[in-house]
């Protein structure tokens, strides 16, 4: 079929929505097909998530983000790299499947057949572990923020069942799809630290931090009470701060109530709302002591003792690049939309006015922890998402961050470029598989060097040309030469969201 790319935009809207197609079938083999040459120093298993059905039995789902969870892992060793895809058993995917037919709500519009009636007052989660994987403690773990995780054997993918994280989640408990990993923490005396939160949310929102040493074990918990809902998918860490962008949404639950529309469907965005910036402060070293023996932050706060708040007109957040603190400054990289985009019960995700949409724009929030002033400064205009940086500078100074982007300049469009922005000289460098490939979050893996730059930016590339995809490796120091190895899948994989690097390799 010959397709039309429009080249005032760059892409065909038949090409992008190519990549919103089911995988149904699990594979398990040695990439053959490869241009360049795979880095010999590149050892370790990239795992990555994302929705792998968009359709149940050909009945299609009404938002990508309501699909099953597929699990890939791209294992590297000595120069070769090995694919393994297979679907989280989540209990719903196994119901659904061996059904033939919807058999949940989603949360982003997803309904029952036979309208809403068949709807109404069906409050069932379905956890489709479909947000992001992560491997900590020994264990191999598929995230969705609304529920606990799923634990997969790391060699096979195969599901092991829910996760309750020893103990520490009651069933069905929350667990957010982004832990922030602290590289050196001294809670942790000196080794890195994973801290993630979950979110209890209605008239007021309880938000409950976890942090867990290398071992898997929890070093460290606390909560803290914010007024009004809040809907929170992402957050960023410093040695003293957890940060949270509380985003000027309500929610009314009657039209979810009743079976008109998903719950994700009644979250209202009000721009005339500030944002609310949250810091909950992170507990110091000693395992001991609690927050309320803490000495109160020198800081004005609106909140409730010990969060403290600050506004500012932002927009919508979903995902942060990082976070530091300078002096009595915290700075805060995030990846702003003018609006919360949504998909109305009538439409058609994959028929998206992209000209009608406000693109993800990254911007820098300068708190001053004396005065409680806000400034903000765009640092980057370009269309961008899935923000990434070196692993050693999360919640520290930095000077690069890794994103997928658009490939024009201005406008909204889908992700179809690699972008590196350097804060510091102000300089772009970008590598697109425009007009035909489609990208994925890029995961920054670090080399032995010590430049921050120096390491491996690894991505899903869909390329609508051959309906497959393929993973591309990048020099991080230098995108612009293209990549160094491109590692042609023998199918395709829809468009995922999160991911993670392990130098582990774990296939037998
Ligand atoms: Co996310």
């Given at each position: 079929m010959q397709t039309v790319i429009d080249s005032s935009i760059g892409f065909s809207r038949e090409d992008w929505q190519r990549g919103y197609a089911s995988l149904k079938q699990e594979f398990d083999y040695w990439i053959d097909e490869i241009e360049g040459i795979i880095p010999s120093d590149l050892h370790g298993t990239l795992f990555r998530n994302g929705p792998g059905l968009l359709d149940v039995n050909g009945k299609r789902l009404h938002h990508p983000f309501d699909g099953d969870g597929m699990i890939c892992a791209i294992s590297f060793k000595e120069g070769r790299a090995h694919?393994?895809?297979?679907?989280?058993?989540?209990?719903?995917?196994?119901?659904?499947?061996s059904a033939g037919r919807i058999l949940y709500r989603g949360v982003f519009g997803t309904q029952k057949p036979g309208g809403w009636l068949a709807n109404a007052f069906d409050f069932r989660l379905k956890n489709i572990a479909n947000t992001h994987v992560i491997y900590w403690g020994g264990k191999l773990l598929a995230l969705w923020?609304?529920?606990?995780?799923?634990?997969?054997?790391?060699?096979?993918?195969?599901?092991?069942?829910?996760?309750?994280?020893?103990?520490?989640?009651?069933?069905?408990?929350?667990?957010?799809?982004?832990?922030?990993?602290?590289?050196?923490?001294?809670?942790?005396?000196?080794?890195?630290?994973?801290?993630?939160?979950?979110?209890?949310?209605?008239?007021?929102?309880?938000?409950?931090?976890?942090?867990?040493?290398?071992?898997?074990?929890?070093?460290?918990?606390?909560?803290?009470?914010?007024p009004g809902f809040a809907f929170v998918?992402?957050?960023?860490?410093?040695?003293?701060?957890?940060?949270?962008?509380?985003?000027?949404?309500?929610?009314?639950?009657?039209?979810?109530?009743?079976?008109?529309?998903?719950?994700?469907?009644?979250?209202?965005?009000?721009?005339?709302?500030?944002?609310?910036?949250?810091?909950?402060?992170?507990?110091?070293?000693?395992?001991?002591?609690?927050?309320?023996?803490?000495?109160?932050?020198?800081?004005?706060?609106?909140?409730?003792p010990g969060a403290v708040t600050f506004e500012v007109l932002s927009g919508f957040v979903f995902h942060h690049a990082n976070a530091f603190e300078q002096g009595n400054q915290l700075v805060i990289d995030s990846i702003c939309y003018a609006s919360l985009p949504t998909v109305e019960p009538d439409a058609d995700y994959r028929e998206t006015d992209f000209d009608a949409l406000a693109p993800g724009q990254l911007w820098r929030f300068r708190l001053d922890?004396?005065?409680?002033?806000?400034?903000?400064?765009?640092?980057?205009?370009?269309?961008?998402?899935?923000?990434?940086?070196?692993?050693?500078h999360v919640g520290r100074p930095y000077r690069y961050t890794y994103l997928a982007a658009a490939h024009a300049p201005s406008g909204n469009a889908p992700n179809q470029a690699i972008l590196k922005v350097d804060m510091e000289s102000n300089q772009r460098q970008i590598w697109s598989a425009a007009p035909r490939g489609f990208v994925g979050e890029p995961v920054f893996l670090p080399r032995s060097g010590t430049a921050e730059d120096d390491g491996w930016l690894l991505a899903l590339v869909f390329d609508a040309a051959c309906d497959r995809s393929s993973v591309v490796i990048l020099d991080a120091r230098d995108l612009n030469r293209g990549p160094v190895a491109r590692l042609h899948l023998k199918h395709h994989v829809p468009y995922g969201l999160h991911g993670s690097f392990t130098p582990q390799w774990f296939m037998d």
């Open positions: 694919f393994r895809n297979r679907f989280v058993r989540t209990e719903g995917y196994l119901r659904e499947q923020e609304a529920a606990e995780p799923h634990r997969l054997d790391p060699s096979t993918l195969e599901t092991l069942g829910l996760d309750d994280l020893d103990g520490i989640l009651q069933p069905g408990e929350a667990f957010a799809a982004h832990p922030r990993i602290d590289p050196a923490c001294d809670r942790t005396n000196g080794e890195p630290c994973l801290v993630n939160f979950s979110i209890k949310s209605g008239l007021s929102s309880t938000f409950k931090i976890y942090e867990f040493n290398p071992l898997g074990q929890l070093v460290s918990t606390y909560d803290r009470v914010v998918h992402d957050f960023v860490i410093t040695p003293n701060y957890c940060i949270f962008f509380q985003n000027p949404v309500r929610f009314n639950p009657l039209p979810y109530a009743i079976g008109l529309q998903s719950a994700g469907q009644c979250i209202t965005f009000h721009p005339e709302q500030p944002t609310r910036i949250v810091l909950i402060p992170r507990p110091p070293g000693n395992q001991g002591q609690t927050m309320d023996e803490q000495p109160a932050p020198q800081t004005r706060p609106t909140g409730k922890l004396d005065t409680g002033a806000v400034q903000r400064q765009s640092l980057e205009s370009r269309c961008c998402e899935f923000p990434a940086v070196h692993p050693n």
